[in-house]
């Protein structure tokens, strides 16, 4: 019964996929300029939701949840950087192991996520 339940979780994360909000693609690209890494400092962090996708560990913070999906902020390394300062904010949706990206911020530029762009998300019921 123990295989059958690891059998589900590797299949479920081999099949999760990840989209980006167009309000996400804009900051991407903006802090891009800033930020060389930090594109790749985000693929990295890929594997981990893939095998966590709640997360693991004092940089992840669960923002709100309910039984299809969880909206998780989690704090991302910069090479550019050297620190923990970026914050990404996304969406992970149980059922189809989809992960959805709402906001990266900076956080020496904004204190808190917007939480406006995650309520417009929820009332959508948007996956990307």
Request: proline share 2%; hydrophobic share 35%.
């Amino acid at each position: 019964m123990c295989f059958i339940g690891q059998m589900k979780r590797l299949s479920r994360m081999n099949m999760s996929k990840f989209s980006q909000l167009s309000e996400f693609e804009k900051e991407l690209k903006r802090f891009s300029k800033k930020y060389p890494t930090l594109t790749h400092d985000i693929d990295d962090i890929k594997p981990v939701l893939e095998s966590n996708p709640t997360g693991i560990g004092k940089n992840f913070t669960i923002i709100s949840t309910s039984q299809e999906v969880k909206i998780v902020k989690v704090r991302i390394h910069c090479e550019s950087l050297r620190a923990r300062t970026i914050r990404l904010i996304y969406a992970y949706h149980n059922d189809t192991a989809i992960f959805t990206y709402i906001e990266l911020y900076f956080k020496g530029d904004k204190k808190n996520e917007d939480r406006k762009r995650i309520k417009d998300y929820l009332k959508l019921g948007t996956l990307g």
